[in-house]
């Protein structure tokens, strides 16, 4: 599994670094021209001449490094892909699941220059999407809140996001992810998807097109079902998108509502370490399920639910599944005060029901004393139903509803913004536990009845608010300067009204805290400039300070909920700040076109420096060695760890042979180490200067593109380098190099209906490696880790009409 790749590296950074030293650096179309509302057939109506599509879009009008990538460009990566998962092409993105879409939630990893997921910021249409945390409290994935072929573009902020970005966690960047409007014309759309382990993806959208009043409708809805490729597992789901739109003179209204009702049997990760098993080479590649071979899971376990000999923590269980169902809905206008004054209003709600299922052997470590408090002298096995199994529930809930208000006014050299984000958050969170009958087993596709344990409910009421307001100022037509300052305030409650019982004392602990915690930043500047350097080429700098709010569920730290005692939570909430950083960037970008010289027509460049303090760093950290575990039951600690250090560097370039053939490459390095060591208990761990696990210093994206006349394809490479696992950086995971690759021939136009084939394959070398990694803890004897293995090669074969 290990790679050689020093000598991989210095050729590609040699080679980006001559390519951004020519010509100065990149972005591609601009960013405010309006890409084809209809990505996915935008490329179905180019000729021979037509330039190729580029991979992405740098924005011209921002101090920030802001780069995108059109709906087009999301579709030709996977049809139905994640946005988030499409954006790996990008530099300093690493986004890694163990499916192909980016569609299981469970195993999902996103690191922007150092910062995890949940250190970002996320919005759809404006709408905060929370910070992606699994059993998130906050908020609901891209996936689930639009369909992916009716995504315009998604922006990712890579150092600091806009003042007026809708999130409580963006301290390292944001993703903004736009719908595409309703068609000016009126069209059918029908796209249809078949695929290894027994894929099938079915796309319909039905555009009325604009009429004389100006109101233009969509209405489209997906369908997917895939089989798990290392199990029996089925993937997939329905969603629904309605959009509405009236423009005129005075404004423009929206309507947008989304339904998303979707079922991702998990994969199970790997076990590396203490635990992982007595047997020699006792970690398997995957832990695949056991559902729905009923037989093979009784025959699976021993007596009372034993585990087979030496299999320590990589055990298989039945089954397990994450169960989403949401919807979500806006209104927004935008109206046009006057010549130079707009004002935009948004109203927002969101509803989750969700359930996270596990059904696996009661005689896993920590269930029996859980499971005897409750029902002490009992048998287990013969109480959970006599199979061995017992089944856990864990319901989510979320209700959420916002306000977002902008106002936009140009006077004379100044460009003035001012806005707020309000929203009002109930969330809850329950555990139980359900017997486990061979006589009526159940299935992960449905939710329990009548538990045995109720392990304990949290509810967390919370309201957020971040007022903001900038100008910028262009001084000259060639120089800009930003100015702007926002405030983020959240006011936060957590009640338990269910308590896990305690193993010592048989009577309801305060395992997890109820209380209050209200935090206030009032000043959160950004500075900023535009430098036009010449008509191609611009510099660009950009100084924020950012927050990152508690979170507040009760099961996923940092949160201040989440931990053992009322005592602690007291101290948390008494000494504990929210973790914060300064962001400082500096780059420079340009477009350059050519006459044809030596074969070479153009060339886009950008190279980003960036520096991030980042300040009361806070680390969840297990008690027990066990990770990703079944049990769950004990709290987790979280730690202040002092400050981070990062530095890092961005390069991209696309450089063009005419109309036939681009080569985009984007490198990046990363450095993020800890500032200090930190003392857990009465051990101290040398954690100063080591790197922050999990993410990689170095990678590097290559798309290679051609066109010629109906046929297009393009070849994606993705290099990601070693990751540590524990935060003393005593143990790694190789690197590893990931092609894929698409191809599409336009059909002649037949009935009035444009045609496409496409054909993707990815993963071509059908290599094995792991992609999520889960951290527990500073040293690798005493916790270990867990690791996700890669998705193997897939063939996916799509073909999208338009009438």
């Known amino acids: 599994m290990q790679i050689n790749s020093h000598h991989f590296n210095l050729n590609v950074i040699s080679q980006s670094i001559l390519i951004v030293l020519a010509a100065t650096c990149q972005y591609g179309y601009a960013a405010d021209s309006t890409p084809s509302s209809d990505p996915q057939i935008a490329s179905a109506k180019t000729t021979d001449s037509t330039p190729l599509n580029n991979v992405v879009v740098m924005a011209k009008k921002t101090t920030r490094s802001a780069v995108s990538l059109s709906g087009t460009e999301i579709q030709k990566a996977l049809p139905g892909a994640n946005p988030l998962k499409a954006i790996q092409t990008l530099p300093g993105v690493y986004y890694v699941t163990a499916d192909p879409w980016g569609n299981n939630e469970q195993n999902a990893q996103l690191f922007v220059h150092g910062f995890s997921q949940q250190q970002l910021g996320y919005t759809f249409d404006g709408v905060p999407l929370g910070d992606q945390q699994y059993a998130n409290y906050n908020g609901l994935s891209p996936q689930r809140a639009v369909i992916s072929e009716n995504v315009k573009t998604t922006t990712l902020n890579s150092g600091a996001g806009d003042l007026s970005t809708a999130s409580t966690s963006n301290l390292g960047g944001t993703i903004n992810i736009l719908s595409s409007d309703p068609a000016k014309e009126k069209g059918l759309q029908f796209n249809e998807t078949l695929g290894s382990y027994d894929t099938r993806r079915t796309f319909l959208r039905v555009d009325t097109g604009e009429s004389e009043s100006g109101n233009s409708l969509y209405a489209a809805y997906a369908n997917q079902r895939a089989r798990a490729w290392d199990f029996n597992g089925r993937q997939g789901g329905n969603q629904f998108n309605l959009k509405f739109q009236h423009a005129d003179d005075v404004g423009k209204l929206t309507f947008f509502y989304n339904f998303s009702d979707k079922i991702e049997p998990n994969e199970d990760s790997d076990l590396f370490g203490i635990g992982a098993g007595a047997q020699t080479g006792a970690t398997p590649y995957t832990r695949p399920f056991l559902y729905p071979d009923l037989n093979l899971a009784l025959n699976y376990l021993g007596k009372n639910g034993a585990l087979p000999a030496g299999v320590g923590n990589n055990f298989q269980n039945y089954y397990s599944a994450a169960q989403r169902k949401d919807h979500l809905a806006y209104l927004k206008y935008e109206w046009n005060l006057a010549d130079n004054i707009q004002w935009s209003n948004q109203i927002y709600y969101h509803h989750d029901n969700g359930a996270g299922l596990v059904a696996g052997p009661i005689s896993q470590a920590g269930l029996p004393a859980l499971f005897t408090v409750y029902y002490p002298g009992q048998n287990l096995s013969q109480l959970f139903g006599g199979s061995g199994y017992a089944t856990r529930e864990t319901q989510y809930n979320i209700n959420r509803f916002g306000y977002l208000s902008k ?397």
């Open 407 to 803: 106002l936009n006014v140009e006077l004379a050299e100044h460009s003035i913004e001012a806005g707020f984000w309000y929203e009002h958050n109930q969330s809850t969170m329950t555990r139980m536990w359900f017997p486990f009958s061979a006589s009526s087993p159940t299935t992960p596709y449905e939710s329990e009845h009548n538990p045995l344990i109720v392990q304990y409910e949290g509810v967390a009421k919370v309201q957020e608010f971040q007022p903001y307001i900038q100008d910028q100022w262009h001084i000259r037509p060639d120089l800009t300067l930003l100015a702007g300052v926002k405030g983020s305030y959240q006011f936060a409650g957590g009640t338990v009204p269910v308590q896990q019982v305690n193993a010592a004392s048989n009577k309801n602990p305060t395992l997890y805290p109820s209380g209050t915690i209200d935090t206030r930043f009032n000043f959160l500047p950004n500075f900023g400039l535009i430098w036009k350097v010449t008509p191609e080429s611009q510099v660009f700098a950009n100084i924020q300070k950012n927050a990152r709010q508690f979170p507040t569920n009760i099961t996923n730290a940092p949160s201040p909920w989440s931990v053992g005692s009322q005592a602690i939570f007291d101290n948390i909430a008494a000494n504990v700040k929210p973790e914060t950083s300064w962001t400082y960037e500096l780059g420079l970008r340009s477009q350059n076109r050519f006459a044809d010289t030596y074969g070479v027509t153009g060339l886009d460049s950008q190279i980003s420096l960036y520096h991030v303090k980042f300040s009361n760093r806070l680390l969840s950290i297990n008690p027990t060695p066990q990770l990703a575990t079944f049990v769950s039951s004990s709290a987790p600690i979280v730690q202040n760890v002092g400050g981070v250090t990062t530095d890092g560097i961005d390069l991209s370039g696309t450089i063009y042979l005419g109309s036939h053939f681009s080569l985009y490459d984007g490198v990046s390095y990363n450095r993020s180490v800890y500032d200090n060591d930190y003392t857990s208990g009465t051990t101290t761990y040398s954690t100063s200067g080591k790197l922050i696990p999990a993410t990689p210093e170095w990678m590097n994206k290559t798309v290679a593109s051609v066109k010629y006349g109906s046929f297009e394809a393009q070849a994606i490479g993705d290099y990601v380098g070693k990751r540590y696992v524990t935060y003393t950086n005593d143990a790694a995971v190789a690197g590893y190099f990931l092609l894929g690759a698409e191809a599409s021939y336009q059909l002649p136009k037949a009935y009035g209906i444009d045609s496409k084939l496409s054909l993707n394959v990815t993963n071509i070398a059908n290599k094995k490696g792991y992609s999520s990694l889960v951290v527990n803890g500073p040293v690798y004897a005493t916790s270990g880790y867990a690791a996700y293995p890669l998705a193997p090669r897939m063939f996916f074969i799509t073909l999208s009409t338009k009438l």
